[in-house]
């Protein structure tokens, strides 16, 4: 069956993510644009993919760390649990309801601070953006409910700049690297944000997936509030050093990893459905002007950043596959 919103496109992707090698791709655009009847999610968690990732979990429920010259202090375990989740959760719609998923959950709630906050990422320092991105997984996973989740939403809310957006409370302040260095570790005391320093977007995105996520928080005054100064900033540089560029914007992945055009209107599209927008429709005209003569969309508008791999191909499909979402959400509202 066509669907309206598709025919805004110069190449209608519908027929190219259908004819995929990935059986999630094919799931997810019957089951989101088709409306057609599909097998129960479950059969998803048996792709060799997920199976692989499963097969990797330790013992004590995380997913292990390869990277070398590891800082003492940081959690580099809760950093690969998140990677890992986020393909089981996102391509693969696992839930709770596996037993491996409930267990990594565990682990990921077992780094949760008596102040509410997940720590260990940025060392014993409040890592807003990661918080966010972990729980908008959580919920996706089924853990809504959940109090602890409650309990970090609250924190989120506690913790915004004066602007009503979020930064990283670390880099509100300005530290030199050995200083940023002495600051995380285990048994320092986390540093506060200097609140009348603007938000950063990168930030704000990320934490914004956690409200998006969520049914009870996701139209609230705070969420579109932090909406409205997200899509301020398209295609402009961040208010800090980190991931400073405006390029970033158009640096696709997906799951999504870091805030960029097609995460952030993932979210919006979500909390404001609104395509009357001057800013949404902006992003909008700029994924149509930008679509691909296959019809899908790049993993990066950075002049010769765009790895030539089998697996590229692949990243295309999912990239595409989330900005459909997008279109579908604001035409369909």
């Not at 934490?207 to 005054?221: G, Q």
Request: overall charge neutral.
């Amino acid at each position: 069956m066509e669907n309206d919103w598709s025919t805004c496109f110069e190449i209608n992707p519908i027929p190219i993510l259908l004819t995929s090698k990935q059986k999630a791709i094919r799931y997810f655009t019957q089951r989101d644009f088709l409306c057609e009847s599909v097998e129960a999610i479950e059969i998803l968690w048996q792709e060799s993919e997920a199976q692989r990732i499963l097969k990797k979990q330790l013992a004590d429920s995380s997913w292990p760390s390869s990277a070398k010259n590891q800082h003492p202090a940081i959690n580099y375990c809760l950093i690969e649990t998140w990677r890992n989740l986020r393909f089981l959760i996102e391509m693969y719609g696992f839930t709770r309801a596996h037993p491996q998923i409930e267990k990594a959950a565990e682990f990921i709630f077992s780094c949760q601070s008596p102040d509410s906050d997940l720590r260990g990422i940025l060392a014993n320092q409040y890592a807003t953006y990661y918080t966010g991105a972990i729980l908008s997984l959580l919920i996706k996973a089924g853990y809504q409910e959940d109090h602890r989740v409650e309990k970090a939403m609250r924190w989120l809310l506690s913790i915004r700049q004066d602007d009503l957006g979020w930064s990283i409370p670390m880099i509100t302040h300005k530290f030199s690297r050995e200083e940023q260095y002495q600051l995380s570790s285990q048994f320092m005391v986390p540093v506060e944000p200097d609140r009348s320093k603007p938000f950063s977007h990168n930030a704000t995105g990320m934490v914004l997936r956690a409200f998006a996520a969520h049914e009870k928080y996701r139209h609230s005054v705070d969420a579109i509030s932090a909406a409205h100064l997200l899509k301020s900033r398209f295609f402009e540089k961040d208010a800090y050093t980190s991931y400073q560029s405006a390029s970033y914007w158009v640096r696709f992945e997906y799951p999504f990893w870091w805030n960029q055009l097609v995460s952030a209107m993932d979210s919006i599209s979500i909390i404001m459905p609104d395509n009357t927008d001057t800013q949404i429709q902006k992003a909008l005209q700029w994924f149509l002007a930008h679509q691909r003569e296959d019809g899908l969309w790049n993993t990066t508008y950075v002049a010769d950043k765009e790895p030539q791999s089998p697996k590229t191909s692949i990243k295309r499909e999912w990239i595409t596959l989330a900005i459909c979402r997008i279109f579908a959400r604001l035409n369909n509202a």
